[in-house]
């Protein structure tokens, strides 16, 4: 038997579902169940009957299936380098002394941080539907962390005051992308559509053709008359975009905006690594019982939504 099919036995055995990040190597897309943005995780996880979540992504994401189904056995494939360092730019210290400054703001945060953070927000938010989660609010100051490009983009969508927490948040790895990297790539693919993250800075999302969440690159690539995309975004998008693609019996010119945009926290599951986290069942998510109930009020609040 061959690494994936002992996957899969150990799989169907142990009633275990595989969830993975957009950005996760294609090699690991292509073995798991679910493949989506943060928000499509955060609901399959929710949703799922299975009795293991295997989460293929990176530390919040696995805390978050475990706070929104904690009866299940929450795994992650590797624990030492799958921390965001955007997520741990947002420490509760952070949010408890914003509060102090801002007592009548209310508190909104990207599912980009740790469980203990979100158990302190008012409402998280993904970049799918961050400007809905704002404006469903009545009052007119949100503190809103860690992502300050996140922030611009709600900012420019809505007319309450945002506050950033940190200031200075941002994600390493779409924060390299640059006025000129867009210039030099549309030089070469001037029909091109660029979609940008938007995590990317304020001068890119102004000019891009869409700024959109990874899912939202998914369902516009495949429904667009356009041919020709050039994907700001890290650049395990364009297998998950080559997946859906296929599936679909469509072929479409995907260009990266960088090379190297890469995430490593993304990529240190290996197909090894999963097969050892099934066999050992390791390692597991755990987490505080009041962290899981005050988390997931805030979760579940952006999910009514
Ligand atoms: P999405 O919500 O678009 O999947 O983005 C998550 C992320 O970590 C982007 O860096
Ligand atoms: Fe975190 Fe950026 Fe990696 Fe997304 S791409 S997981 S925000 S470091």
Redesign the pocket.
């Known amino acids: 038997m061959d690494i994936i099919e002992r996957i899969n036995k150990l799989k169907n055995e142990k009633n275990a579902v595989i969830l993975a990040?957009?950005y996760q190597p294609e090699e690991i897309q292509k073995i798991s169940d679910i493949i989506g943005?943060?928000?499509e995780l955060c609901i399959a996880a929710r949703d799922t009957d299975a009795d293991i979540i295997v989460f293929c992504g990176v530390d919040f994401m696995a805390e978050t299936a475990k706070v929104l189904n904690s009866g299940k056995k929450v795994l992650i494939p590797e624990i030492i380098e799958t921390d965001?360092p955007m997520a741990h730019q947002l420490p509760p210290e952070v949010i408890l002394d914003a509060k102090k400054k801002h007592p009548y703001a209310k508190v909104i945060i990207y599912v980009?941080t740790l469980a203990s953070a979100k158990a302190l927000a008012d409402a998280t938010c993904?970049?799918?539907n961050a400007d809905l989660v704002v404006n469903s609010f009545e009052e007119d100051e949100i503190l809103f962390g860690p992502d300050n490009n996140l922030g611009y983009f709600v900012s420019r969508r809505s007319d309450k005051k945002i506050i950033p927490m940190p200031k200075g948040g941002h994600?390493y790895?779409?924060k390299m992308f640059t006025l000129d990297d867009a210039k030099a790539v549309k030089e070469n693919y001037p029909n091109a559509e660029l979609l940008i993250?938007p995590?990317s800075n304020p001068e890119l999302q102004e000019i891009a053709d869409h700024v959109m969440?990874?899912?939202g690159m998914v369902k516009h690539v495949l429904n667009s008359k356009c041919d020709e995309f050039i994907i700001g975004t890290?650049c395990d998008m364009i297998s998950r975009l080559k997946i859906d693609l296929k599936k679909a019996g469509k072929s479409k010119k995907l260009i990266p905006l960088r090379k190297d945009a890469l995430?490593t926290s993304m990529k240190n599951i290996t197909l090894e690594k999963i097969e050892k986290c099934l066999m050992d069942e390791n390692y597991e998510v755990k987490l505080d019982e009041k962290i899981i109930e005050d988390a997931r009020k805030a979760i579940e609040r952006m999910l009514s939504i």
């Open positions: 990040h957009n943005d943060s928000l965001c980009n993904t970049s799918a994600c790895v779409h993250h995590e969440s990874t899912g890290e995430c």
